[in-house]
């Protein structure tokens, strides 16, 4: 089967969500069944590189690849979310916005001492995935590392990222 | 293989988000890769029979079952989203909460005419998927069925769902 090239599944839009932002839309990528099926063999190789025992998948785009790769891989999957949507006790960090702070949750017993492998559609800033391993390993989790669909390599966001192992499919 | 009782992997979490409210928690499902097969496996099988073209998630733990069912059945995936969150044009329509409306957004040209099915996690008094099956027969789209992986019987929420088909894998 001939290799799609990805990127020209992902759409720009600009001043989105504010002036001066570009933001990259995945839902034509989502939406064909060819670029979608590729993505994800491309991101079920790269992640069985990487030996994780569970998936962790970041509120809500990451569910949308998260949650395929588990399931290629026969592994559980975890889910972090936003603030208040998780209802068992959880444990909570914070990240650094443009104004302010975001907040993400754990359950606090999700984890254990299982290699993990952070999944989200997009690697901006890095803010939301160190987070995110922050959270795991005060689960007692060793982070295996980061896979992304899409890395805006211009924030340089694998320097927040403590030089783990870093995938990303596309790369503007 | 054995069959697992799913309902075993859904606990119950008193008093949350609200007091009075017992919310189901899937995550120890999600977290259970045997488990998670499984309702995947039902999933899939109940989706195949009513013949979609197109799987349609509701934000976001709609993510986590919609996006590995298109991923099996070899469909595009297309996302309904909470307001703000789409960054193309969009269509929006509402649905009754406890207390004022709820929102929910899609691509206005991410359908056609198609056949979908609509996924969540969880039927509870059918709102959010009424909403949803009204924006996509909005956009052109014929609506096959729903689909959940629980359904709150005592809510009655397929009343609400216009005598389509609706399947649900486990009942509370």
């Known amino acids: 089967m001939d290799t799609?090239?990805?990127?020209?599944?992902?759409?720009?839009?600009?001043?989105?969500?504010?002036?001066?932002?570009?933001?990259?839309d995945i839902t034509p990528l989502l939406?064909?069944?060819?670029?979608?099926r590729q993505a994800l063999d491309e991101m079920t190789a790269r992640a069985r590189r990487l030996g994780p025992e569970l998936i962790v998948g970041i509120e809500s785009r990451g569910f949308l690849f998260g949650a395929p790769l588990a399931?290629?891989?026969?592994?559980?999957f975890v889910p972090v979310r936003k603030p208040g949507k998780?209802?068992?006790?959880?444990?909570?960090?914070?990240y650094v916005l443009e104004y302010g702070n975001g907040v993400l949750e754990m359950h606090e017993d999700a984890l254990?001492?299982?290699?993990?492998?952070?999944?989200?559609?997009?690697?901006?800033?890095?803010?939301?995935a160190a987070c995110t391993a922050r959270l795991c390993e005060r689960l007692?989790?060793?982070?295996?590392?980061?896979?992304?669909?899409?890395?805006?390599?211009?924030?340089?966001?694998?320097?927040?990222?403590?030089?783990?192992?870093?995938?990303?499919?596309?790369?503007?």
């Open 140 to 172: 007692g989790a060793e982070v295996a590392g980061f896979l992304f669909l899409v890395e805006l390599t211009f924030l340089q966001g694998r320097a927040a990222l403590g030089g783990r192992p870093v995938e990303a499919l596309v790369a503007f």
């Open 71 to 76: 399931d290629r891989l026969g592994l559980g």
């Open 31 to 36: 939406r064909e069944p060819a670029a979608l």
């Open 4 to 24: 799609l090239p990805l990127a020209s599944f992902i759409r720009d839009i600009p001043d989105f969500p504010r002036p001066g932002i570009v933001f990259k």
């Open 112 to 128: 254990g001492r299982h290699r993990v492998l952070i999944v989200d559609d997009l690697l901006a800033t890095g803010g939301t």
């Open 86 to 94: 998780l209802p068992f006790r959880s444990v909570r960090d914070e």
